[in-house]
């Protein structure tokens, strides 16, 4: 396991790599200038009455081959977020709504989706999320959920693309079932394609254009998993997808959409803790994950100063940097900090 939990230490510190200040003041500016009020962790919200500065449009200027017209990207965000009833999904899905915008969250459980939903009309009202089930592996799945999103917010300004899964299987690949092996390839890498095409084919011809998020994971650095090796495998190619992805971008001259990568570190999510087994898996998540919110809580600001910044560049935006990942490992073996904070080590 250590091995594989040094997958989750990026090979560079930068907590985000790529992103360009923007020379115009971003929304955030704007709204404490006008004395909007903020949503929770300082996020500038807009009115649950109105669209905020969603009614201020600059002059429709050609996309120049998305196909629609660009239009200013501004607050409150229409949000879509895979695999979002539980663990990360559903943080992000809280945080976001807690900043003042509308959120589709989906899975493959109907009876989740309901559920969840439910919930959080509650907290954060009716007109603002919205959910359906969707299985990603399946191409007329994403189709309908994009109808979806049309009907209910008729444009999508984020779409991250979080769904995936190891199967809870925590093995070497020889003892690895065909069924186990296919739920993960399929879910990681053949769900994250289709997801993606649909996400571009949508937002090229939207006048916000927009911006979709592929979430890594361990193995994402090229550094090996042993005992999730297949899951490795498919968090690899994320990153070597986004980057194909990015090029064909620009070879097609879409100029309104961009692609990036979004990495939460290790996350106490029941995926990550059915794996805390052994000595070294008990002792780097305790060293190293966050829960579900904390994650979330920086995640989701930062995603967000993109389109503020009206930014088409890509980013790459880290929370588990190296430079906290290794100062924590330190602090572990120096002074025993954070240990048992999460299982209990032998």
């Known amino acids: 396991m250590a091995a594989s939990v040094a997958a989750h230490l990026p090979l560079r510190a930068p ?6 200040p923007s020379r115009r003041p971003s929304v955030a500016a704007v709204a404490r200038f006008r004395g909007r009020p903020e949503g929770r962790g300082g996020l500038p919200t807009a009115p649950r009455g109105g669209r905020g500065l969603a009614g201020v449009r600059a002059e429709a200027v050609s996309d120049g ?23 990360i999904g559903y943080a992000l899905a809280r945080k976001f709504l807690g900043a003042g915008d509308n959120v589709i969250i989906c899975s493959r459980s109907a009876e989740r989706v309901e559920s969840v939903v439910a919930e959080l009309k509650r907290e ?13 592996r399946d191409g007329k ?31 070497p690949l020889v003892e ?22 649909e996400a571009i084919n949508m937002m090229r011809n939207q006048p916000r254009g927009g911006h979709i998020f592929n979430l890594d994971g361990a193995g994402s650095d090229g550094r090996p998993t042993p005992r999730f090796a297949a899951y490795g ?79 088409m560049k890509p980013t790459y935006i880290r929370f588990l940097t190296g430079l906290k990942a290794y100062t924590r490992i330190f602090s572990r073996l120096a002074f025993g900090s954070r240990r048992n904070k999460y299982v209990t080590e032998d």
Not at 192 to 197: A, E, P
């Open 176 to 197: 690895t079932s065909d069924e186990a092996l296919m739920e993960i390839i399929t879910t990681n890498t053949l769900g994250l394609m289709i997801c993606c095409r």
């Open 233 to 311: 495998a498919t968090k690899r190619s994320v990153v070597h997808l986004t980057k194909s992805l990015q090029a064909e971008l620009q070879m097609n001259e879409v100029n309104n959409v961009m692609v990036h990568n979004l990495s939460p570190g290790m996350v106490t999510t029941d995926l990550l803790m059915s794996g805390a087994t052994t000595k070294q898996a008990k002792f780097f998540i305790n060293i190293l994950a966050e829960p579900p919110d904390v994650v979330a809580d920086y995640l989701v600001p930062n995603i967000r100063e993109i389109p503020s910044n009206q930014s």
């Open 15 to 20: 907590a985000r790599v790529g992103a360009a």
């Open 124 to 136: 954060y009202g009716e007109q603002h999320v919205w959910g359906t089930a969707c299985d990603v």
């Open 65 to 87: 081959g998305g196909g629609a017209r660009k239009e200013p990207m501004v607050p409150p965000y229409n949000v879509l977020i895979t695999g979002s009833t539980k663990g």
């Open 141 to 171: 799945d994403v189709k309908a959920l994009v109808d979806f999103a049309r009907d209910k917010l008729k444009h999508i300004d984020i779409w991250i693309n979080n769904a995936g899964s190891n199967a809870y299987t925590y093995k």
